[in-house]
C-alpha cells in the first residue's frame, strides 16, 4: 500500500535552495499539509518560503535557521513544526557540503548531521507525533556513497557513511519498534549551489584536474528529477534501501550484495 503524502507534515533539512527547496515544492504539490525548512542561510531561508507560500498560499510553511551540526538546535525545528503544525511525518535529511578542502565542516554536516536528524526523528518526535499509521526518513546520499569520486574522497566518505546509516537505521527491526521507514536517495551529478564552486573545493590542484577530467563522464540532471525520485521512493520504497536518482531517469534501487558471497569456496 502506497504512503499518503496528503495531510501529512515534513521537515527538510537544507531546505532554503537546491533539491530542499525542489523537494518542498513537490511534497507541497502532492498535497503536504506544512513543511519546515531547516536551513542555516537566512536570507536563502526566508527566500524560499516567499516563493512557496507566492506557488502555495500562506500557513503551510516555516523557515527555521538551524545548524544541523548542533543537535540541539536541529532540534529546535522539530519543536517549531510540533508547534505550528501539530504533527510530523516525514523528514528529508538534506543538508550537505561537497567542500573535502574544508572537511572538518564537511564531515559535520554530512555524518554529523543526519545523526542528529535521524536520532531526532526516529527515536522521538515522528513517533509521538505521526498523524498515520507510518512515518518516512529519507536520507540524501549520494552516487559518491556507491561509487568512489577520487577527485573528493572525503566527500565520498561522507556519503557512504549515510548509506551505512541508512541500511543499519532502516533495518526491519526498527520499523518494526517505531512504524518508520528509512531510506537513502543517491541523486548523480545535480546542477545545484553546491556544484557551482566544487571546482575549487578539492584538497589541491592534483584533485580539481582529477575532477576537470571526470566529471563529465557522470550524467547531469536538474533538482526536479532529484525531487520527483524522491516522492517515488517516499510512497512505494522498503524501509533500509537505498536509491539512485542519475541523469533524469527513474529512480533504480542501489543492493549491496551479502558478503558472504565473495568468501572464497
Not at 556507491?146 to 549515510?162: D, E, L, N, Q, R
Not at 584536474?209 to 524522491?230: C, I, N, R, Y
Amino acid at each position: 500500500m502506497s504512503f499518503e503524502i496528503k495531510g501529512k507534515v515534513a521537515l527538510i533539512s537544507g531546505g532554503g535552495s537546491g533539491i530542499g527547496l525542489r523537494c518542498a515544492k513537490e511534497l507541497l504539490r502532492n498535497g503536504l499539509k506544512g513543511v519546515t525548512l531547516a536551513e542555516v542561510n537566512k536570507d536563502a531561508g526566508q527566500k524560499a518560503v516567499k516563493e512557496l507560500q507566492d506557488e502555495f498560499g500562506p500557513n503551510k510553511v516555516v523557515f527555521v535557521q538551524t545548524d544541523v551540526t548542533n543537535m540541539q538546535n536541529y532540534e529546535e525545528a522539530f519543536k517549531k513544526t510540533i508547534e505550528i503544525f501539530k504533527n510530523l511525518d516525514i523528514l528529508i535529511n538534506n543538508a550537505g557540503i561537497a567542500n573535502d578542502h574544508t572537511f572538518d565542516r564537511e564531515i559535520d554536516v554530512n555524518v554529523k548531521g543526519v545523526v542528529h536528524g535521524v536520532l531526532l526523528g526516529l527515536e522521538n518526535y515522528i513517533p509521538k507525533y505521526k498523524s498515520g499509521p507510518e512515518g518516512v526518513i529519507v536520507n540524501i546520499s549520494s552516487v559518491a556513497g556507491t561509487t568512489p569520486f577520487c577527485m573528493m574522497p572525503i566527500y565520498t566518505g561522507t556519503k557512504f557513511a549515510v548509506l551505512g546509516m541508512t541500511k543499519a537505521f532502516g533495518d526491519e527491526a526498527h520499523h518494526k519498534r517505531t512504524k518508520i521507514r528509512v531510506l537513502a536517495l543517491c541523486p548523480g551529478v545535480t546542477q545545484t549551489p553546491l556544484m557551482a564552486g566544487v571546482y575549487s573545493s578539492t584538497l589541491g590542484p592534483a584533485y580539481q584536474k582529477l575532477f576537470e577530467e571526470q566529471v563529465g563522464d557522470f550524467p547531469s540532471q536538474d533538482t526536479e528529477s532529484v525531487a520527483l525520485a524522491m516522492i517515488k521512493i517516499v510512497k512505494n520504497a522498503k524501509t533500509g534501501t537505498a536509491w539512485i536518482a542519475e541523469g533524469g531517469q527513474d529512480p533504480y534501487e542501489f543492493v549491496l550484495p551479502p558478503r558472504e558471497s565473495f568468501a572464497p569456496k
